[in-house]
């Protein structure tokens, strides 16, 4: 079955400008997670969706980064006034339902490069 | 914060050798350990996990051991072969605070394994 898929792949941006970045989850998945892997570390949490709510954005750096899942499915990640320093790949992963029980493993997709000249 | 500590950045082991990647971490509630491996252009995908009440786990050629009062984890990876040439990241769970499940991941070890 398809995976988690992103769009774009890459993404070069000027300084300042406004970006948007996609995540389609696995179908089903109502868990939905935002992460941001700088050159060479591993990835940092940004946001987690349990359904079209972000239950936790403790991850966002500053205000301007944003993310919704209007319907439940797809997510946009937004960036306002983007600077040299968002230079990153940004991962987007999803997985069943949280439960307090359980681990529901996250599946990640490839990515989308965002270059920040 | 760094939360969970990964060595060493990089690793050559010949083929057939073992490989060995550890991590360290700090917050003793986490909850569940999974090691990922990462091919360049490709997001992680999940390698094996474990559970902080069980000291070991096998699966195939990689094993975890797991050392819960040292707050130490290894990750093995018996006959290496070409094929695991990857970055792999060690990460943590934290705490179900609301229900999250927030992984927080190592810096990342780079392995070859030369033919």
């Known amino acids: 079955g398809a995976g988690v898929s992103q769009t774009p792949s890459n993404k070069v941006t000027e300084k300042g400008k406004y970006v948007e970045l996609r995540c389609d989850p696995i179908s089903g998945h109502t868990a939905l997670y935002w992460y941001r892997q700088s050159l060479g570390q591993g990835p940092e949490f940004l946001i987690y969706?349990?359904?079209?709510?972000?239950?936790?954005d403790s991850g966002l750096p500053n205000d301007r980064f944003f993310a919704v899942r209007p319907e439940g499915s797809v997510s946009t990640l937004k960036i306002q006034r983007t600077e040299r320093g968002d230079s990153a790949v940004y991962l987007c992963?999803?997985?069943?339902?949280?439960?307090?029980?359980?681990?529901?493993?996250?599946?990640f997709g490839p990515g989308t490069r965002l270059t920040v000249l | 914060q760094q939360q969970v500590k990964q060595s060493p950045q990089s690793l050559i082991v010949q083929k057939g050798g073992i490989s060995i990647i550890n991590c360290a971490y700090e917050n003793t509630a986490f909850d569940y350990f999974p090691w990922y491996q990462q091919f360049p252009g490709k997001g992680p995908a999940l390698l094996i996990a474990i559970r902080p009440d069980v000291s070991e786990k096998k699966e195939g050629r990689f094993t975890i051991s797991f050392n819960k009062s040292a707050k130490q984890f290894s990750l093995h990876i018996m006959d290496s072969q070409p094929g695991d040439s990857a970055t792999y990241f060690c990460a943590a769970n934290r705490p179900r605070e609301q229900g999250a499940q927030k992984l927080v991941f190592g810096q990342g070890t780079r392995l070859t394994i030369n033919p």
């Open positions: 969706f349990q359904g079209t709510g972000a239950a936790d």
């Open positions: 992963a999803s997985s069943l339902r949280v439960r307090r029980d359980t681990y529901n493993e996250q599946f």
